[in-house]
């Protein structure tokens, strides 16, 4: 096993979930979360991984995170939103409001309480999603808070460098993200998504994981965001 130490926040369900199942075979991972009941699952399934309550959107939680966590060679920002979701016409600004400071600024924040713990020449990723690049309607508010953390890829990356700054954009993927949809209103989704993608399905989780660790193990790649998402951003 590698000594090198991957923190994933986010990492209780979805994909962070699913990229600290394929990186601890070879890293020592901790994961963190807000939700109690996720995280001991999570555990209790990973094995021997550290797991740590964090509500990622909490400063003060986020420092004492940081400061019992010891060197982090990688991090992983897995966390997101899905609020801003709606017709720009009426969508709710407070809505909207709301996924900027789920999303946008706590990965700004998480990564920069990091940085002091990060080995230098290790790396940074952000996990957006494909709205921040798409022209799908209905997605104004999503969409400017995931390119809010796309956008940050390229600046960190010059800014922050040898430290490697990366992003992941999700497409479509099966994750508890789509709970909100009753079981009957996910199936037509993800058959509607899944026929206007080339690759013919919606995305798993483990598809991204092995995106994100990609980005960790390739030590080449800076500045990137890699859009994984079956194609769909190419057939939209």
């Not at 555990?43 to 966590?69: N, Q």
């Not at 230098?120 to 969409?143: E, N, Q, W, Y």
Request: with cysteine; net charge neutral; aromatic share 6%.
């Amino acid at each position: 096993m590698s000594s090198d130490h991957i923190v994933i926040l986010g990492g209780s369900s979805g994909i962070g979930l699913a990229a600290a199942q394929r990186l601890q075979a070879a890293h020592r991972v901790t994961i963190a979360g807000r939700d109690p009941k996720r995280l001991a699952a999570a555990k209790a399934a990973l094995g021997d991984v550290r797991a740590v309550a964090l509500d990622a959107a909490d400063p003060e939680e986020v420092r004492t995170f940081f400061a019992s966590a010891g060197g982090v060679d990688h991090l992983v920002l897995a966390f997101g939103s899905g609020r801003g979701v709606g017709p720009f016409a009426s969508v709710g600004l407070d809505d909207v409001r709301k996924g900027f400071e789920e999303k946008v600024f706590p990965q700004f924040a998480c990564a920069q309480a990091a940085l002091p713990l990060l080995r230098k020449d290790g790396s940074l990723t952000f996990i957006a999603a494909v709205s921040a690049h798409a022209s799908m309607p209905g997605t104004a508010g999503i969409g400017a808070a995931n390119a809010a953390v796309a956008a940050l890829t390229p600046i960190l990356a010059a800014e922050l460098k040898p430290l490697r700054v990366n992003c992941v954009s999700p497409g479509v993927i099966d994750t508890p993200w789509w709970d909100f949809l009753s079981p009957d209103q996910k199936a037509a989704a993800f058959a509607s998504f899944a026929g206007r993608t080339p690759a013919g399905r919606v995305g798993r989780a483990d598809d991204i994981a092995k995106a994100i660790a990609f980005l960790i193990e390739d030590d080449y790649m800076s500045g990137q965001t890699l859009i994984c998402d079956g194609g769909l951003l190419v057939a939209a």
